[in-house]
């Protein structure tokens, strides 16, 4: 059984930074992307930012989060089951749970998701 764990979520003032990971354990071959989503409170999940797996990586972001938030994979070839999303300028609107999700031979994989709180 795939099983996905986030951690790097907190407190943080507006225009600080964080840096959010996920580990992935179980059989993750034929991953086919990776990303994270979060959901603000009274609001539906939303995607942040993705990498979907080709012939070479191909990233996606929300409007909202453009050059402010960065999407990687581990550059060790020996951790390929770590994911992370560098955030910065973060803003009050940026509050919300994120959540980690693997698509694995066509299934979607999600974790159990982190606070982060961004407030003066």
């Known amino acids: 059984q795939v099983q996905l764990m986030e951690r790097g979520g907190g407190f943080v003032q507006p225009g600080g930074s964080l840096r959010l990971s996920c580990e992935a354990s179980?059989?993750?071959?034929?991953?086919?992307?990776m990303g994270w989503y979060r959901q603000a409170p009274g609001k539906q999940r939303e995607l942040v930012a993705t990498?979907?797996?080709?012939?070479?990586?191909?990233?996606?972001?929300?409007d909202s989060v453009k050059g402010r938030f960065i999407i990687s994979r581990d550059p060790n070839k020996n951790l390929p089951n770590m994911v992370y999303l560098q955030m910065n300028s973060l803003k009050v609107e940026d509050t919300g749970v994120y959540y980690c999700?693997?698509?694995?031979?066509?299934?979607?994989?999600w974790g159990q998701g982190t606070q982060v709180t961004v407030s003066s």
């Open positions: 179980g059989n993750i071959q034929r991953t086919t992307a």
């Open positions: 999700m693997r698509r694995i031979r066509g299934v979607d994989f």
């Open positions: 990498i979907t797996i080709d012939l070479r990586d191909n990233f996606n972001y929300a």
